[in-house]
């Protein structure tokens, strides 16, 4: 993968941008907020990856305009119609609280980890996204 190109980053929303509150939107997570500008202000597209629907999705939507972060598309990449009709939204990165390797903390009196932000941004860099 170049590095100078402009990547589609798929970032989930539960328990990676905000607390696990489902239905609810739960509480920013440390360092997302950041991390995200950084990253379209770098160019790269971030493409909301979640299980939400409905108006819950909109929640989340509006999660992201409200803190001006631009999302690229929803759950949907139109451009990869083009060479595939796979369903799986594609995405050079995928930021993910249930990946393997995703980076977690634990916050004290917090029952399900979350997305250890400030340990995403150094892989980040380390692998020159950001
Ligand atoms: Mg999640």
Same mark, same amino acid.
Request: glycine fraction near 6%; include cysteine.
């Given at each position: $993968?170049?590095?100078?190109?402009? %990547? *589609? +980053? @798929?970032? /989930? ?13 739960? +509480? &920013? ?16 597209? +971030?493409?909301? #990856?979640? $299980?939400?629907?409905? &108006? %819950?999705?909109? @929640?989340?939507?509006?999660?992201? !305009? &409200?803190? !001006? ?5 929803? =759950?949907? =990449?139109? !451009? ?12 050079? *990165? #995928?930021?993910?609280?249930s990946a393997l390797g995703c980076?977690?903390? #634990? *916050? /004290? ?6 997305? =250890?932000?400030? !340990?995403?941004?150094?892989? %980040? &860099?380390?692998?020159?996204? %950001?």
């Open positions: $993968m170049k590095r100078d190109d402009s %990547l *589609i +980053i @798929a970032v /989930d929303f539960d328990g990676t941008c905000v607390e696990h509150d489902y239905p609810s939107v739960g +509480i &920013e997570v440390e360092g997302a907020v950041d991390t995200l500008r950084k990253l379209v202000s770098k160019g790269h597209r +971030i493409a909301l #990856y979640t $299980m939400r629907s409905g &108006e %819950l999705l909109e @929640a989340a939507v509006r999660w992201f !305009k &409200e803190r !001006k972060i631009e999302l690229w598309c929803v =759950n949907h =990449n139109a !451009k990869q119609s083009e060479w595939t009709s796979s369903p799986k939204l594609h995405a050079d *990165i #995928y930021i993910d609280d980076p977690i903390i #634990y *916050i /004290d009196g917090v029952r399900r980890p979350v997305v =250890n932000w400030a !340990k995403v941004r150094e892989l %980040l &860099e380390y692998n020159g996204v %950001l």
